[in-house]
T-cell receptor, first 113, second 115 residues
């Protein structure tokens, strides 16, 4: 059984479009995250949600809007896509104040043309 | 602010060699957590180990071992008798102990193990 899943795995779209990436975890964790990995493999936190509440927003453009309908899901919607948004986006989850390690989804490779 | 430095961008070894990946961190917190993740060519991020700042015992898991030294702010990772399947990018990461901490990653070290 997949612990943290993301859809789609690949996303190719044109500049200016709006797209969403979905994330689900079945680990029973209470905290979920979005990370961005750029072309140089650098990983950076974008958002953190705990029990559906936004906890951390790391100076991400407001074209990016996370939404957490319940604590097992954290979706990422991106408006007006730009070339610089091309990257791999990883969803992760953890059980805060218990284990701290984060478990990552397989990643979504977004290519903006 | 927290920072993780992995000075080795890329390391190439021949199978069966031992290899050490360096990680140096900076934090003002007295309680913090250190992690290593592996990213194989397939792209997923695999959790390897977590170490808290109060536990300086070294850890060994099969061919993997970790050396945590608070005095030098280092958390190095050694692979003994490397194998081709060890080829991957390895990330060191740091988080604080707050309830909603996130990971600060180093830039990663790409390990290439050739037969």
């Amino acid at each position: 059984d997949t612990a943290v899943s993301q859809t789609p795995k690949y996303l190719v779209t044109q500049m200016g479009n709006d797209k969403s990436i979905k994330c689900e975890q079945n680990l029973g964790h209470d905290t979920m995250y979005w990370y961005k990995q750029d072309s140089k493999k650098f990983l950076k936190i974008m958002f953190s949600y705990n029990n559906k509440e936004l906890i951390i927003n790391e100076t991400v453009p407001n074209r990016f809007s996370p939404k957490s309908p319940d604590k097992a899901h954290l979706n990422l919607h991106i408006n007006s896509l730009e070339l610089g948004d091309s990257a791999v986006y990883f969803c992760a989850s953890s059980q805060q104040q218990v284990t701290y390690e984060q478990y990552f989804g397989p990643g979504t490779r977004l290519t903006v043309t | 602010a927290q920072k993780v430095t992995q000075a080795q961008t890329e390391i190439s070894v021949v199978e069966k060699e031992d290899v050490t990946l360096d990680c140096v961190y900076e934090t003002r917190d007295t309680t913090y957590y250190l992690f290593w993740y592996k990213q194989p060519p397939s792209g997923e991020l695999v959790f390897l180990i977590r170490r808290n700042s109060f536990d300086e015992q070294n850890e060994i898991s099969g061919r993997y071992s970790w050396n945590f030294q608070k005095s030098t702010s280092s958390f190095n990772f050694t692979i003994t008798a490397s194998q081709v399947v060890d080829s991957a990018v390895y990330f060191c990461a740091l988080s604080d102990s707050s309830g909603y901490s996130t990971l600060t990653f180093g830039k990663g070290t790409m390990l290439l193990v050739s037969p």
